[in-house]
């Protein structure tokens, strides 16, 4: 985790790492880019969490499944056959003006 000064506005940032794509985001004054998600003990991207608005695919994300198991947390899957979120933290289903993001299966 890093400090990061915006050397407009004189706001501080940080940056961390998502346990889901690797890949950093912010949160900070202003900037909240992460989403937690409580029973799951994680603080996930925003981005990881809307692409995964209709469920999360296991073979995708080893990381995520090794932490579930490790804090005991049994997942349960949707009709897909993708991971649900927990209840109350299922991400906004996609708007008109959101298209659905397509990925790889
Ligand atoms: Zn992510």
């Known amino acids: 985790m890093c400090a990061i000064k ?13 346990p889901m794509c690797g890949r950093g985001y912010r949160d900070g ?4 880019e992460g989403r ?8 996930i991207c925003q981005t990881c ?20 198991a490790k804090i005991g947390v049994k997942v349960d ?5 993708f991971i649900k979120w927990p209840s109350g933290y299922e991400p906004p289903p996609p708007t008109p003006r ?7 299966r």
Do not use: A
Not at 6 to 18: I, L, N, Q
């Open 6 to 18: 915006d050397p407009k506005s004189g706001d501080y940032t940080f940056m961390f790492e998502c």
């Open 29 to 32: 004054q202003h900037v909240y």
């Open 36 to 43: 937690t998600i409580g029973p799951w003990q994680i603080r």
């Open 49 to 68: 969490h809307v692409m995964n608005w209709d469920g999360i695919v296991e073979s995708h994300q080893p990381r995520l499944m090794e932490h579930l």
């Open 77 to 81: 899957y949707n009709e897909s056959g």
């Open 98 to 104: 959101q298209p659905r993001h397509r990925r790889m």
